[in-house]
């Protein structure tokens, strides 16, 4: 039990003032917050950058940077006398490989990938000149909060950070709630490998985020934001911490907090964000309450992701309907990223619905015979070449037992084999589970020894039970990190059986 003049909402920053996860760390972070010690160490021990402070260089070993050879990059840096932590994914994989340095400043990687050029008919234009203007702020404010509330319901949107839920529901949830505190808390701790779209908007757009997430405050009645930013994105803080600057005198009276993440996939989980604002370990909670009735310090809260909230500005200026018909099978448009085997990875605009044909040559063309996609992220599992023609939509790739998920588009070639680029997603789930339900923490790993095993003997007969792990898993796990944990092993078998074949000597 904690004493009643605790302050849990300051234990992060005091480890990450006294050095990550040391004693003396632990210790002095205690005296200032009167947590108890062994809770903060708790908190330590849950994030990378806390508990591996003394890291020179961290080298992402996702699947795009594995591709273009972040082993290789890991190894030069460890002889060259680095001390390397090779990290999940650092959002850079149209970059790939690349390494941060000990002030988490992109130092190795390759040039940034591109985006759309500058089109006004687009929804977020990221080719575009950032326009600090607030215009839509200024219009939403002259129609009301109902009726910005029914321009997103004519406008169709979705949440763009995976789940696709329709974003005027959220807001009039929010809206609806008698309470005198209520936040908006943009989720930005965009970490879903093969994804890097937020990362563009924040350092391109990021008045268009600033101001949709300002809307979002008049709409639903709230006098304070938290934007929560992936601990490795340095510079894209530094835009936003610019942005806010310009933007002071368009925000009234909106009191607006910057929050760093520090290493921590599941944050990117909306329940998981709030515990870690809150300053605990970012574990998923159970659902009901749901954010908009119970949320940050227990109340209602509006979670929007970066790329929702950007689209929101112009559906204010232009129309629900204007936004709504630049959509295929779904409304409005989607920033795709896409990397792998392109030849210019990078973030396109497209309307939501194209294909995966069309995002290729958005991206200069493919490189070499494409056998393979991630549609949506590690969590989206692969699909065969065969649906390159198949919308990159919420229905229809949900048809195909995959999803758009954070639209991170992998394309592999074929001179890789599935069953090591499923391992490297395995890899990424056991090491990002947060090890709260016990189906994701025991699931993860067991699935991760299966492949081992397997491509060490090449006997299939290891394989045997991987469909049982992912029911059981899909089934029982708390978030969506433990339902869809086996997707890149189950889809890898089930659609490339030729690379999970006996591999056993003399067959």
Known sequence: MQPRDADRSKVIDA??????????????????????EADIYGVATFYTLL??????????????????????????????????????????????????????ELTWCAPRGSVTPD???LAINLGGADDAAY????QARAMGASAVIDALKAAGLQGRGGAGFPAHIKWRAVRGEDHEEKYVVVNADESEPATFKDREIMLRR?????????????????????????GEFAGEKRSLDAALVEAAGYLGDLEVRIVRGHGAYICGEETALLEAIEGRRGMPRLKPPYPTQAGLFGKPTLVNNVETLACVPNIILRGGEWFRALG????????????GHVQQPGVYELPLGA????LVDAAGGPVGTLKAFSPGGAASGFLPIVHRDAPLDFRSLSALGSMVGSSGVVVLNDTVDMAVAARAQQVFFEEESCGQCVPCRVGARLQRLTLDRYLKTGDREHLAHAEDVHWEMEEGSICGLGTTASLPLVTAMRHFPQDFRSRQEGE
């Open 15 to 36: 480890l990450e003032e006294h050095g990550g996860i040391g004693p003396d760390a632990v210790r002095k972070a205690h005296e200032e917050t009167r947590i108890p």
């Open 51 to 104: 508990r591996n402070p003394d890291a020179t260089a961290r080298v992402c070993k996702g699947l795009p940077c594995k591709l273009k050879g972040s082993d290789a990059l890991a190894a030069r840096l460890q002889a060259e006398g680095h001390n390397v932590d090779e990290v999940s994914c650092l959002g850079q994989c149209d970059r790939a490989p690349a390494a941060l340095d000990a002030s988490l």
């Open 135 to 138: 215009a839509a702020l200024a």
């Open 355 to 358: 294909t995966l044909d069309e």
């Open 206 to 230: 990021p008045h268009r985020m600033l101001e949709g997430m300002a809307i979002a405050a008049f709409a639903t009645g709230c006098r304070v934001a938290y934007i929560y930013v992936r």
């Open 119 to 121: 089109d006004d008919g």
């Open 328 to 339: 295929r099978g779904e409304p409005g448009t989607k920033l795709y990223c896409i990397s």
